[in-house]
C-alpha cells in the first residue's frame, strides 16, 4: 500500500543535541513538507521541497535543517540550536499544486 | 504567514446533529482544503475547493467556499460519535508551490 512513514514515533533529546526525524514516501509524489504543531494549534510550516536537491523555509525555519536527495525522503534535523523543540511533527507529500496532502503519523518530540 | 481561521474552537453536539464549522482567511487564494485530525495522529484530506467553486460535497460532508467574503464552512451532517475529531481548514494564499497554511482548528466532540 503507498502511504507516508515518519519515524520514531516518539523521541527524546537531550538538551545540546541534534537529532533527526525521518520521513518517507511511496507515492511518487514530488512534493514533501515538514510542519511542527504545538498543544492546540495549528499547523507551521519548516520546510518544504517541490523536487529533488532543492528545499525552501517555511514560516519557522530557524533551528532546524532538511535534505532531499530522493524523491521517496525528506529527513528534518533539530538542531540545538531550535530552542524550543518539544512538539509533534508531521511530514506530508503531495502531487503538486492543486492536490490535497498525504500525512504521515507524526513524531513527538520532547526535550529531556 | 497567512492562515485560515476557524470558528467556532470548539463544539459538542449530539450524535444524528449537524456539525457546521467556519474558516475565514485574509488573502486570495487558489484553493482550500479542509482536513480532520483524531487526537495525537496525522491529519487526514477531506475536501479541497478551488477558487472558482462554491460548494462541493463528499458523502455527508458539504463544503462551501464564498470568495467575496474570504470564508468557507464545512458542514457534516447527521454526525456520529466517530466523527470527533479536530478540524482544520487550510490555504495556499495564492502561492504558486502549494504551500499550506493551516489554521488552529475547531475541536468537534459528538456525543453518543
Known amino acids: 500500500d503507498g502511504g507516508i512513514t515518519q519515524s520514531p514515533k516518539y523521541l527524546f533529546r537531550k538538551e545540546g543535541q541534534n537529532v533527526t526525524l525521518s520521513c518517507e514516501q511511496n507515492?511518487?509524489?514530488?512534493?514533501m513538507y515538514w510542519y511542527r504543531q504545538d498543544p492546540g494549534q495549528g499547523l507551521r510550516l519548516i520546510y518544504y521541497?517541490?523536487?529533488?536537491?532543492?528545499?525552501q523555509k517555511g514560516d519557522i525555519a530557524e533551528g532546524y535543517s532538511v535534505s532531499r536527495e530522493k524523491k521517496e525522503s525528506f529527513p528534518l534535523t533539530v538542531t540545538s540550536a531550535q530552542k524550543n523543540p518539544t512538539a509533534f511533527y508531521l511530514c506530508?507529500?503531495?502531487?503538486?499544486?492543486?492536490?490535497?496532502?498525504?500525512f504521515g503519523s507524526g513524531t513527538r518530540l520532547t526535550v529531556v | 504567514s497567512q492562515q485560515g481561521e476557524e470558528d467556532p474552537q470548539a463544539l459538542s453536539i449530539q450524535e444524528g446533529e449537524n456539525a457546521t464549522m467556519n474558516c475565514s482567511y485574509k488573502?486570495?487564494?487558489?484553493?482550500l482544503q479542509w482536513y480532520r485530525q483524531n487526537s495525537g495522529r496525522g491529519l487526514v484530506h477531506l475536501i479541497l475547493?478551488?477558487?472558482?467553486?462554491r460548494e462541493k460535497h463528499s458523502g455527508r460532508l458539504r463544503v462551501t467556499l464564498d470568495t467575496s467574503k474570504k470564508s468557507s464552512s464545512l458542514l457534516i451532517t447527521a454526525s456520529r460519535a466517530a466523527d470527533t475529531a479536530s478540524y482544520f481548514c487550510?490555504?495556499?494564499?495564492?502561492?504558486?508551490?502549494?504551500?499550506?497554511?493551516f489554521g488552529a482548528g475547531t475541536r468537534l466532540t459528538v456525543k453518543p
Open positions: 521541497s517541490q523536487i529533488v536537491n532543492d528545499f
Open positions: 475547493i478551488r477558487s472558482n467553486e
Open positions: 507515492l511518487n509524489h514530488d512534493a
Open positions: 487550510a490555504t495556499d494564499d495564492f502561492r504558486p508551490n502549494n504551500d499550506m497554511r
Open positions: 488573502t486570495s487564494i487558489n484553493n
Open positions: 506530508a507529500s503531495s502531487m503538486g499544486t492543486g492536490y490535497g496532502y498525504t
